[in-house]
C-alpha cells in the first residue's frame, strides 16, 4: 500500500496538471450518478494520508483509496496507456492532460458538504505529512488505544499504521522509524513512555516530509538515494550492528515488519503504567 509521501506527490502531480481545467471528459464506470459534469472546474487536489481527493466547482469530490493495487497515471492527449484501458476506474481530462486512476478498490463520488461526515475520513488523525500536524491530538489518539484486548496487548508497530491515530505511516516508515529509535516492532503500546510515543510520532512526519519530492524514498543520512535502514533488507547485514535484518507478520491482518534483532530488544510490559 503506498505510504502517505506516495499520495501527496500523486495529488501535487495531479494539482499541477487539473487544477484551473475544465472537465472535456469524466468516465467512472462503476460509480453511480452524480458524477462531475463535463465543463465543472476542477478546484482543487488534495491528499488526506492515503487517501486523494479531486474537487470541482459543481460541489462534487472524487475519492481515491489506492490500497494495493491502484495507482494514478497522467496523460497526454492521444498518448498510449501503461495499462489497459478495461482497467480505468477513474478517467478526468482537461485540455491538454488526462488524468486515470487504474485499478483502486475504493473510488466514490461525494459532495462537498459530506466530506466531514464520512464514515472513514472523518476519523483520521493528523496527516504526518503536513509540517503543521497536531501532534499532541495524535498523541492523545494513541492515548485512547492503550487498552489492550481480550487475548494480547495492543503493539506499537500496529499502533503506528493505524491512520486514526496519525495518518501517512506505511510498512516502510513503521520498521525505519522503530529502528531509529531502538523499538522492537512487538514491544507493547504500554510499554511505550509518553516521550517516546512523541518521539516516534515526530520521526514519522520528519522522515515523511524529507521524501516528499524524491521517488527514491531514504532514510539513511549520507547514503545513496533509495538507502533504508531495515524495510525491505531481510537476511541482510545491519548497517549499525552487523546482525542479520529479520521479517515478521504483526498484526490482524498481518502485515511485515522489519527490525534488527539486536537495536531493537524486546521490552516486556511495565508493571505500572507507562507515562
Known amino acids: 500500500m503506498p505510504e502517505g509521501d506516495t499520495i501527496h506527490r500523486t495529488a501535487a502531480a495531479l494539482r499541477h496538471a487539473l487544477v484551473g481545467g475544465r472537465l472535456t471528459r469524466v468516465s467512472l464506470p462503476r460509480v453511480a450518478p452524480p458524477l462531475p459534469e463535463v465543463g465543472a472546474e476542477v478546484v482543487a487536489v488534495e491528499a488526506r494520508g492515503k487517501h486523494l481527493l479531486v474537487h470541482s466547482d459543481d460541489g462534487l469530490v472524487v475519492h481515491t483509496h489506492q490500497r494495493m493495487t491502484g495507482a494514478w497515471h497522467l496523460y497526454g492527449p492521444g498518448q498510449a496507456w501503461r495499462k489497459p484501458k478495461g482497467a480505468a476506474r477513474v478517467v478526468l481530462a482537461v485540455p491538454g ?5 487504474f485499478s483502486a478498490p475504493v473510488v466514490e463520488v461525494l459532495r462537498s458538504r459530506e466530506l466531514s461526515r464520512h464514515p472513514t475520513l472523518r476519523r483520521l488523525g493528523p496527516d504526518l505529512c503536513d509540517p503543521a500536524a497536531d501532534l499532541d491530538e495524535a498523541l492523545a489518539r494513541l492515548d485512547r488505544m492503550r487498552v489492550p484486548d481480550r487475548d494480547r496487548p495492543l503493539t506499537i508497530g500496529e499502533a503506528l499504521l493505524d491512520q486514526r491515530v496519525a495518518c501517512g505511516v506505511g510498512n516502510v516508515y513503521r520498521s525505519e522509524v ?3 529509535h531502538g523499538v522492537h516492532p512487538s514491544t507493547p503500546l504500554q510499554a511505550v ?14 522522515l515523511l516530509r524529507t521524501n516528499l519530492d524524491t521517488t527514491a524514498r531514504t532514510t ?15 537476511g541482510q547485514p545491519c548497517r549499525r550492528c552487523g546482525s542479520t535484518i529479520v521479517q515478521r507478520e504483526l498484526g490482524d491482518p498481518p502485515r511485515v515488519a522489519n527490525s534488527c534483532p539486536t537495536c531493537q530488544p524486546p521490552r516486556p510490559l511495565p508493571t505500572q503504567p507507562v507515562g
Open 220 to 234: 539513511v543520512p549520507g547514503a545513496a538515494p533509495g538507502s533504508l535502514w531495515v524495510y525491505g533488507r531481510q
Open 178 to 180: 522503530l529502528f531509529l
Open 193 to 206: 513512555s509518553a516521550d517516546l510515543r512523541r518521539d516516534l510520532l515526530a520521526t514519522s512526519g520528519r
Open 97 to 101: 492532460r488526462v488524468a486515470v486512476c
